[in-house]
């Protein structure tokens, strides 16, 4: 951590990547990607989300969400114009943001509406502020390879044609709320909603749906970007948690959007959704 | 309970009312308004759905929900034509419901198309049908004074501003998802959606959303029917329980469909949210 800063002057630009890291494991992905490229880095870590493990032996700064006066001196400090987003970030009440000095004068700019938007609106008002103030926002999909979902199949199991009705059904909902920037993700089996996902998380959606499945099988999640969400910060997220989740739930499988979600440890997805009998397939908006 | 039927001829027809009797404490209160006006009646029991209680000392019928032809013969062995639907009833898998001689009939007349449609469009069509077999489906809230939600307040609290935005916010994600058979209630606090019901139940929907509650109070529990709903069989529907869950919660209130939802015990409603501080407020389409 750097000692007290005793000026904001800004360092001399360099290639060197602020990592804007919040929770799971997606932000010490990229770290560890970014130290095998010896590409130089720095993380602001998010108080409370981003998990201690991931800010092991990097140079770092941990600050609260609100904070964004002491984030932006700390990159401008250490040279950063390029900054990437990774990792989930719990959205926090206004009591709990504290904003700084920095944050309430942005928060200003933005408009007392932003309280009331939407995760993406807030998250598309957060990079326009950061852009104003001289930073670039790139797309962590971008940096880690495999990362982004692509259409058609991981691994070896295949939706047969009542998952491929769930998944259209799935699609319609999530599409249908879309707009309004809610629901990150829907589970459907034999044509009945289980359950939509609000901000609860997926972990806590596909725990619920277990018992609620009836009998004869199938199931599926499925998880679409939102029209408005900001692929530089955030899109729908699957790893392995997801694939033993989903499992525990007795689902058959998982549709994400190709082009518009993140596969966390593919290699590990593919291998989980394998040996534990669910599909898992990449979407495209033109196919179902 | 009647002895096995010799024959399947009806019984003359007559004034008397068949309940269709699923879970909750509806249907008891029907029974009990019927019996002080000394009207006849007869319940068919839906299988594991009833509560016993709903029961005692009445005449009655348990059937499967499968057991369509069971019941139909019952219901014109008492000379029964006028049915009303009571109760909440968890829709069964196709294993589940093991349909009898008729049923299968009935849903051979109504296609393969059943299975995969939402609850709106299966209780329609179940509707279509007992029509097509000379009975008239009633609503129960024209038997059961009280039971329809009225427009405005019920109790002494009031929505503040930030919860009339979160009602606002509630109403136009149920009518996102209405159309689409899905959504059975919303929880909206400052402005985020905590939570969507599917088929969890608004008792699951509230318990999850208390820990997903930001600082800073408010919050509403938002009740919507559904284009498609068939108000002869199924509105959504508040009780004691709910209020005393949402306060559980930490909500502000409840928003509930004027003319299109039903407050179960109603005096006791008031008592609860009164005691408890919360408002409850029926809300007309045009007003928000």
Known sequence: MPGPATTHEAAPVTDKIGIVAGGGTVPGQLVATLRDRSHPYFIIGLEGQVQPETLDGTPHLVVRLGAVGTALDALRREGVRRLVFAGSVRR???AELRPDWTATR?????????????DDALLSAVVKV???????????????DGLLAGAGYLGRHRADAAAEADIARGVAILRALGPLDVGQGVVV???????????EGTDALLARVGPLRRDGGGGVLVKLRKPGQNERIDLPTIGVATVEAAAKAGLAGIAVDAGGAWIVDRAAVIETANRLGLF??????DAV
Chains 1, 2 share one sequence.
């Open 106 to 118: 942005l928060i200003a700019k933005m408009g007392p509406k932003m309280f009331l938007a939407g």
């Open 130 to 144: 950061l852009e104003g103030e001289g930073f670039t926002v790139e797309r962590a999909d971008r940096l880690l």
């Open 92 to 94: 926090p009440s206004l």
């Open 280 to 285: 898992v397939k990449g979407i495209s908006g």
């Open 189 to 199: 089996q034999q044509g009945l909603c289980l359950g939509i996902e609000a901000i």
